[in-house]
């Protein structure tokens, strides 16, 4: 049961206005069935304002014309843009020997997203190996009316749009188009690629912003303190008013923390942090400039078994500003995480699976 906004909020107010403009259009698809695929016929939009290209001297929409192309709205801290990248490597390998390419746009959400060097180690660690374009300023996203991470456009080879997806899954389909595009343009077809993955839970626990641009208005923190300005020591919740929070996207803070923006931060050792959840797998989007261990806890027991990928013996080590896997059960269930956070601890949004 969603809390409703406190009457003290401080900070996130002022911004109102453009935060929910900002919501409106630069939102990633993460609970729930996402809109399906939809057949499309009208000129691709070239890319523009892109302040660099990995992998690939820059390109045109003009000079891809005689090759299918999948453009990819993507941006490295996202989960759901993640899980599409094995089918993504599967169509890549199989078809791009016969004029098929894929353009990433990397769209960033959040301001340590458009760091070159950032979205560089993650291609890397992704083993993306398609042209990337860095579209820091949103332009080519507003060009293509694009309001969703991940969000695909298959052009044809005179550089029409002819389909587009958004979200996971559907990858059988997004296969089916690639090839009927390319069998247009007279290649001779191998048999499909193997492009089944795992998919994702539906209708867990929504996306949960942690900073006041965008928590304020969702009314993340679920404290009668809510948001403020400058240090907040906030006190410690209840086991029963945890639970009563709900499964729908409230986080209990225990501790100093300040917020500021995109993200709120530990301002002692053993700031503490209680969410209710229902998913598989749970993520976070955080950092810390100096670094910060962050102990883990599921049901009030440190996580052993159940850990998340980047949690070892039961603490997560956060330095980088990137995604983190905390929590991996073998299936969906309604749970308390808990996070006992190093001073310096800044936490962007939590996902789920």
């Known amino acids: 049961m969603r809390r409703p906004r406190s009457s003290t909020v401080a900070i996130g107010l002022v911004i109102l206005a453009a935060a929910i403009t900002f919501a409106a259009t630069r939102v990633s698809f993460l609970q729930g069935p996402a809109p399906k695929g939809s057949t499309r016929h009208d000129p691709a939009p070239n890319f523009a304002g892109i302040a660099g290209w990995l992998n690939s001297p820059p390109l045109t929409i003009s000079a891809l014309k005689g090759k299918v192309v999948l453009v990819d ?9 993640v899980r599409t990248f094995p089918a993504l490597k599967a169509l890549y390998a199989a078809y791009h020997p ?7 746009v990397h769209s960033p959400e959040f301001s340590f997203e458009k760091i070159e060097s950032n979205v560089r180690a993650a291609i890397k660690q992704d ?3 398609w042209p990337v374009a860095l579209d820091n300023d949103m332009d080519t996203w507003g060009a293509y009316s694009n309001h969703y991470w991940p969000h695909v456009y298959l052009i044809d080879a005179k550089g029409t749009i002819r389909f587009d ?8 389909l997004i296969q089916t188009r690639v090839r009927s595009l390319l069998a247009e343009n007279g290649a001779k077809l191998p048999s499909p690629a193997d492009v089944t993955v795992t998919e994702p839970t539906q209708q867990t626990t929504p996306e949960i912003y942690a900073g ?26 209840s086991a029963a008013t945890i639970a009563h929070g709900g499964t729908d996207g409230i986080f209990f803070l225990a501790g100093k923390w300040r917020a500021s923006g995109e993200f709120i931060e530990a301002e002692q050792n ?8 229902f998913a598989r797998n749970v993520y976070m989007v955080a950092a810390a400039p100096a670094g910060a261990r ?20 039961g603490v997560v080590d956060v330095r980088l500003s990137d995604l983190y896997g905390l929590v991996a059960l073998v299936g969906p269930g309604t749970h308390r995480l808990t996070l006992e956070a190093g001073k310096g601890f800044r936490l962007y949004t939590f996902t789920f699976g």
């Not at 016969?98 to 990433?104: A, D, K, N, S």
């Not at 997806?165 to 059988?172: A, F, L, M, P, S």
């Open 212 to 237: 006041p641009d965008r928590g304020a208005i969702d009314g993340s923190i679920g404290n009668p303190e809510g948001y403020q300005s400058g240090v907040v020591n906030y006190h410690q919740a």
């Open 165 to 172: 997806h958004v979200g996971e899954g559907d990858d059988d």
């Open 98 to 104: 016969l004029g098929f390419e894929i353009v990433g």
């Open 270 to 277: 053993d700031a503490r942090l209680d969410l209710p959840f």
């Open 73 to 81: 709205f993507w941006t490295y801290s996202c989960i759901n843009c």
């Open 294 to 313: 962050v102990a883990v806890l599921l049901d009030g027991v440190r996580i052993t078994s159940d850990a998340g990928a980047d949690v070892k013996s």
């Open 127 to 129: 083993g993306i190996p």
